[in-house]
């Protein structure tokens, strides 16, 4: 049995005051008497709060909002205590979800790819229809008892590959009948390639298409250029535009990097809602400081000046019936995930793994390449069932610095291989991406917050 302290975060955010729960995840809008009286919790000596706050005060106001507060207290809705069995696994772990690497080479050379252009520092090439349909399966024989199977055709670019794609995917449906399974097929492209015909595919068999797409011409144009130079932004807006029109607004991302070069990212976002995308998603960068577009700890406060001033704007649009989601503002607070998968997080190396052309296994796509964390071959049958357990183990409650930060049950320690890229350990979280992760959880609360106010 894991005992966690009982705490809360307050904070405030568009003129609105609000309180957070940690452990029970109940969220309060609270008044100025409540605020204040919050610094003396848990324990609210009254006799010193009523001298110390007597004067800005009522007595009996005071007292009755003491007394609110002594109620969710007793209700575990504020100050929870929180002593629970988790249900992790001890047996055999099994695997979920794929990043199938359809092609370790690309069509664009965008300044900032983790990826090396594509190849993944190990030469370009294509998968083949037979490691691929060794990829999936593996994947059928590691799921366990798990029906519904998630693939996501990754590169470098993907459509680069299409006709191999095509194979596996009518190699998968094939499986899932005999296997008692079913495969959810995604694809992470650029855009590049997409004719009518390729739209058509992708609508009709992929349950979710990412497209990358920074958001203003110029920024984008700036990072993410073709094999000849040239700015990518005009092909990949009109070619998202078809695919988005024919998936009627449903089950895709468009889905940017915002740099040191765009720190005013919120521009982008509503450049790509101008644009009529109703499913946005802008990531800052990951890059080792040496990059002069890398995020530094001094881009904070901006950064967290873009995050509030999007927050703001997406209420008023949304106010207004001009609708659309931002990834990082939709946060589910009817019940969410359950407490293991909080605690394990994106469930790399564990649930989920990355494949390459050549058949060579990693916990997910940005530790491919890394020889050290190479978990095996599909082609071979090979596998470290020790190092899926090391990933397995290393869930938030391994994480000695999470355990006193307000964020944890939404971030999870943030990601893995962001945290070893960093720091050299896998449980030690990348801190600039811990402090933009809780702007952007504090903005997704005040917006919840409004909504519930307001419908």
């Known amino acids: 049995m894991k005992s966690m302290k009982s705490m809360i975060h307050k904070f405030e955010l568009g003129g609105i005051k609000l309180v957070l729960d940690v452990n029970s995840g109940a969220v309060h809008i609270i008044d100025d008497?409540?605020?204040?009286?919050?610094?003396?919790?848990?324990?609210?000596?009254?006799?010193?709060?009523y001298k110390e706050l007597g004067k800005k005060y009522m007595r009996n106001d005071l007292a009755e909002a003491l007394d609110e507060i002594m109620m969710l207290i007793e209700e575990d809705m504020l100050y929870s205590n929180w002593n629970v069995n988790i249900p992790f696994h001890s047996g055999e772990p099994v695997i979920k979800a794929m990043c199938l690497h359809a092609a370790h080479d690309c069509n664009l050379r965008c300044s900032y790819c983790f990826a090396s252009t594509g190849d993944f520092k190990g030469g370009r090439s294509l998968l083949d229809l037979d490691t691929g349909k060794n990829a999936l399966d593996f994947l059928v024989k590691k799921s366990g008892n798990r029906k519904n199977l998630e693939v996501d055709f990754f590169g470098g670019?993907?459509?680069?590959?299409?006709?191999?794609?095509?194979?596996?995917?009518?190699?998968?449906?094939?499986?899932?009948?005999?296997?008692?399974?079913?495969?959810?097929?995604?694809?992470t492209t650029n855009g590049v390639l997409l004719d009518k015909a390729i739209i058509k595919y992708l609508n009709d068999e992929f349950v979710n298409v990412v497209i990358s797409l920074d958001g203003r011409p110029k920024i984008h144009n700036k990072m993410r250029k073709t094999v000849n130079g040239k700015g990518s932004y005009d092909v990949i807006l009109e070619n998202a535009k078809s695919l988005v029109n024919g998936r009627k607004q449903k089950d895709?991302?468009?889905?940017?990097?915002?740099?040191?070069?765009?720190?005013?990212?919120?521009?982008?976002?509503?450049?790509?809602?101008?644009?009529?995308?109703?499913?946005?998603?802008?990531?800052?960068?990951?890059?080792?400081?040496?990059?002069?577009?890398?995020?530094r700890e001094e881009d904070l406060p901006q950064i967290f000046e873009s995050y509030e001033i999007l927050a703001s704007e997406y209420i008023k649009r949304r106010r207004a019936g001009k609708w659309f989601n931002f990834f990082h503002f939709f946060i589910d607070l009817n019940q969410g995930p359950c407490i293991a998968k909080r605690l394990i997080g994106c469930g790399a190396g564990n649930e989920y793994v990355a494949v390459t052309p050549q058949g060579d296994i990693y916990p997910c796509h940005q530790f491919v390449g890394q020889t050290k964390f190479k978990m095996g071959n599909v082609n071979n049958n090979t596998f470290d069932i020790n190092l899926q357990r090391k990933f397995r183990d290393n869930n938030l409650l391994k994480k000695d610095i999470c355990q006193d930060c307000w964020a944890k049950f939404y971030c999870t320690g943030g990601c893995t291989a962001n945290s070893y890229n960093f720091t050299g350990t896998l449980d030690s979280p990348y801190q600039i991406g811990c402090e933009m992760e809780k702007k952007r959880i504090e903005c997704a609360l005040m917006i919840k917050a409004v909504e519930s106010i307001e419908y």
């Open 33 to 49: 008497i409540v605020w204040d009286l919050l610094e003396y919790g848990p324990d609210f000596n009254r006799e010193l709060i």
């Open 157 to 187: 670019e993907p459509l680069m590959n299409l006709d191999v794609i095509k194979e596996l995917v009518r190699y998968g449906r094939s499986l899932e009948k005999r296997n008692n399974k079913r495969f959810k097929f995604t694809i």
């Open 252 to 295: 895709y991302y468009i889905r940017g990097t915002f740099t040191r070069n765009n720190l005013d990212f919120y521009k982008d976002v509503l450049h790509l809602a101008d644009c009529g995308f109703e499913q946005i998603s802008i990531e800052p960068v990951v890059a080792s400081e040496e990059e002069d577009y890398s995020i």
